[in-house]
């Protein structure tokens, strides 16, 4: 079992809809990041999150630390927001989710 | 810089030789990782340095990989022996505190020919 399962593995979209994606870990973290990264390679970190929920533009993302369990959501989702979404949690070391490969059709 | 620099962002090399990644952390990070991506997989946990202490090389898959560190500045990720499986892109992210948000480079992509 890996330390870090995402859900769904591709996700397909109509513009404008709302999109989930789920991230559930077995191990201790300190953090749990979100990372988008898009066909050219390169990741950006979305969000870093110990506890709650955050928000930036369209993006929220909440964390269950109980639970062991994330969400990250797209509102109103748009062409560019197709990438491949990838949850890491850990301490000294990440562990990373295989990604959400989503695409969003015009 | 404004963000973590990665160089040479592309690099391709003949199987046998060595290379050097490098990695300019945000300025004050004192955290910093090393993760590998090869084709169709998931990210690989190489190395980790926090401050001045020992660094985490648990993840480096074999003795010709080695990262140096000078304090809180530059790190190199040596490959030597190159072989056609170290073919990955390679990437360096920085944080303040190491359980603060971590910023991702654009990644070095290695190719072994």
């Known amino acids: 079992k890996n330390e870090v399962e995402q859900s769904p593995q591709n996700l397909t979209a109509q513009e404008g809809e709302f999109i989930t994606i789920n991230c559930s870990y077995s191990v201790g973290i300190s953090a749990l990041h979100w990372l988008q990264q898009h066909p050219g390679g390169g990741i950006v970190s979305l969000f870093m999150l110990s506890s709650g929920k955050k928000k930036h533009g369209r993006l929220i993302a909440t964390i269950n630390i109980q639970e062991k369990h994330s969400s990250l959501h797209i509102t109103a989702s748009h062409p560019r927001d197709s990438a491949v979404y990838i949850c890491a949690v850990g301490f000294n070391q990440f562990y990373f989710g295989t990604g959400t490969s989503l695409t969003v059709i015009p | 810089g404004a963000g973590v620099s990665q160089s040479p962002s592309n690099k391709v090399t003949e199987k046998g030789k060595d290379v050097e990644l490098r990695c300019d952390p945000i300025?004050?990070?004192?955290?910093l990782y090393w993760y590998r991506q090869r084709l169709g997989q998931g990210l690989e946990f190489l190395i980790y340095?926090?401050?001045?202490?020992?660094?985490?090389k648990s993840g480096l898959p074999s003795d010709r990989f080695s990262a140096e560190r000078t304090g809180e500045s530059v790190s190199t990720l040596t490959i030597q022996r190159t072989q056609q499986e170290d073919s990955a892109v390679y990437l360096c992210?920085?944080?303040?505190?190491?359980?603060?948000?971590?910023?991702f480079g654009q990644g070095t992509r290695l190719t072994v020919v």
């Open positions: 340095f926090q401050g001045n202490s020992a660094p985490d």
């Open positions: 992210a920085s944080s303040l505190t190491g359980r603060t948000e971590a910023f």
């Open positions: 300025s004050g990070h004192t955290a």
